[in-house]
T-cell receptor
Framework: EAGVAQSPRYKIIEKRQSVAFWCNPISGHATLYWYQQILGQGPKLLIQFQNNGVVDDSQLPKDRFSAERLKGVDSTLKIQPAKLEDSAVYLC?????????????FGPGTRLTVL | GESVGLHLPTLSVQEGDNSIINCAYSNSASDYFIWYKQESGKGPQFIIDIRSNMDKRQGQRVTVLLNKTVKHLSLQIAATQPGDSAVYFCAENRNSGYALNFGKGTSLLVTP
């Protein structure tokens, strides 16, 4: 079974530039998550989708971050404009159902460096 | 606010020894806990989970213990191997939202 795919793996941009990350979840997984992992810390949820609808975006900095999952499969996370503190690894995860007892499968992440 | 934290940031063990990684949580409503392993350059990988109605669960070479009285869980790795070197996170998956709330992580280093 193919895992969660993310691209690009690495991205270096200057502050105030824009950047977009792409995620392809495991086939058939209805729930998709974007996490931000700052160096030395655990991942922090940014946004959660159930199919193509947003379930939780309470921790998403909406003035600069946006995400979509238009067809309920792939998802894109965008930052515009980027700040230095956005340097982090952006992880995408998916799970089959929206359940408390549901394992989440993580992709390899995109490492963003903002200069 | 609510948090999931780890007692020690780093742990060094000799190959073949048993490892114990501890985690404290503060939300008494938490009802599901997961341990993840994260190797350098990779996403977190599921190791083992436990529901709040259990106090112990065993997997292959790993055991998770949950003490709800003191809001503490631990991950025990038997006969630790060099391939076990990684950062280990405990996470809680609360009933609301279903996303994971991660602690900071413990770096496990296995020495020969």
């Amino acid at each position: 079974e193919a895992g969660v795919a993310q691209s690009p793996r690495y991205k270096i941009i200057e502050k105030r530039q824009s950047v977009a990350f792409w995620c392809n979840p495991i086939s058939g997984h209805a729930t998709l998550y974007w996490y931000q992992q700052i160096l030395g810390q655990g991942p922090k949820l940014l946004i959660q989708f159930q199919n193509n609808g947003v379930v939780d975006d309470s921790q998403l900095p909406k003035d600069r971050f946006s995400a979509e999952r238009l067809k309920g499969v792939d998802s894109t996370l965008k930052i515009q404009p980027a700040k230095l503190e956005d340097s982090a690894v952006y992880l995408c995860a998916s799970s089959p159902l929206r359940s408390v007892y549901n394992e989440q499968f993580f992709g390899p992440g995109t490492r963003l460096t903002v200069l | 606010g609510e948090s999931v934290g780890l007692h020690l940031p780093t742990l060094s063990v000799q190959e073949g020894d048993n490892s114990i990684i501890n985690c404290a949580y503060s939300n008494s409503a938490s009802d599901y806990f997961i341990w993840y392993k994260q190797e350098s350059g990779k996403g977190p990988q599921f190791i083992i989970d436990i529901r709040s109605n259990m106090d112990k669960r065993q997997g292959q070479r790993v055991t998770v213990l949950l003490n709800k009285t003191v809001k503490h869980l631990s991950l025990q790795i038997a006969a630790t191997q060099p391939g076990d070197s990684a950062v280990y996170f405990c996470a809680e998956n609360r009933n609301s939202g279903y996303a994971l709330n991660f602690g900071k992580g413990t770096s496990l280093l296995v020495t020969p």
